[in-house]
């Protein structure tokens, strides 16, 4: 007889990112809230200055408490989403070598392997915790191993400024809201001539981001990549930007290294 344990599906988790900042929008939510109840049941604030005040901490309490539960549902939900959004945007034969950037659990990389039928993904991150929670190389093969994966997949540990292969290796590479990570442009630099130094000619590169995107675009194109274009919701993108104060606005560049055969100089850009 099977016990309980051994009928429970499992499922994989993909974790919460930035999950300081998630801290940070509940219990200053909830502070607020709490204020709010405070303020509109003291004795000792009457007429303007308490409708002032009630409404200040009402409006606090809802952006906070609404920032908190976007970014929750975002994480939890969203983002298995978008995943195959991002993946779409390229073609797939099944046979690809694929790297992902700042894997984390594993989000990109498993559906990337999910796509492969010969071909191989592999992962590489240095596990920050404050990016996202509970990150690590066994928790990304765990997630690799109930998403049935795990021999298409191999995790290492490794900075996305200094990546530990060959010139020319790759057919695919993805990075999903990784780059930003590195405060100073000339890393994001680094990492992104990483990037160019081991896809193979004729290879593509999908980079998600929440910001910095128009960088990325101008530093593909400096450097000689071609197909080179911003996937993105002009919508969601200026709803997301006004209610983030610019600091959120998902979207994704791909660019293509130029196959040496068809194009000699890598001049040709596609914007
Ligand atoms: C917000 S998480 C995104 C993880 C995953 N790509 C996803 O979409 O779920 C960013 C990841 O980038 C990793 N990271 C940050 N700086 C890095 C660096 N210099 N090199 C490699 N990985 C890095 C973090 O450890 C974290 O796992």
């Known amino acids: 007889m099977q016990n309980t344990q051994s009928r429970r599906i499992q499922h994989p988790q993909y974790g919460i990112d930035a999950p300081g900042l ?3 929008f509940f219990v200053s939510g909830v502070i607020s809230a709490t ?3 405070a303020a509109f049941s003291s004795p000792f604030l009457s007429g303007i200055l308490k409708q002032i005040a009630c409404l200040l901490l009402a409006v606090g309490a809802f952006y906070l408490l609404g920032m908190g539960c976007f970014m929750f549902f975002y994480s939890k939900i969203q983002k298995l989403k978008d995943r195959e959004n991002l993946l779409n945007l390229v073609e797939w034969s ?3 070598l694929v790297l992902d950037i700042g894997c984390g659990r594993g989000l990109m990389l498993i559906g990337a392997a999910k796509r492969l039928k010969a071909g191989r993904a592999i992962g590489i991150d240095l596990w920050r915790q404050e990016d996202q929670a509970n990150n690590s190389l066994d928790a990304t093969l765990a997630n690799a191993k109930i998403e049935d994966v795990l ?3 191999e995790v290492k540990t490794a900075d996305m400024r200094q990546l530990p292969f060959p010139e020319n290796y790759f057919d695919v590479i993805t990075s999903n809201w990784t780059v930003h990570n590195l405060e100073a442009q000339v890393d994001r630099q680094k990492a992104l001539d990483e990037m160019i130094r081991v896809l193979k000619p004729g290879g593509n590169i999908i980079l998600g981001d929440i910001t910095n995107q128009s960088e990325y675009i101008s530093y593909f194109r400096e450097r000689g990549m071609v197909n080179v274009r911003l996937h993105n919701n002009p919508i969601q993108d200026a709803i997301l930007k006004t209610i ?3 600091s959120f606005a ?6 293509s290294k130029p196959n040496n055969t068809h194009e000699p100089n890598g001049s040709e850009v596609v914007g």
């Open 35 to 37: 204020l709010l109840i």
């Open 22 to 24: 998630l801290k940070f």
């Open 151 to 153: 021999e298409r997949v």
């Open 244 to 246: 983030t104060f610019g």
């Open 94 to 96: 099944g046979d690809e």
């Open 250 to 255: 998902p979207s994704v560049a791909l660019a």
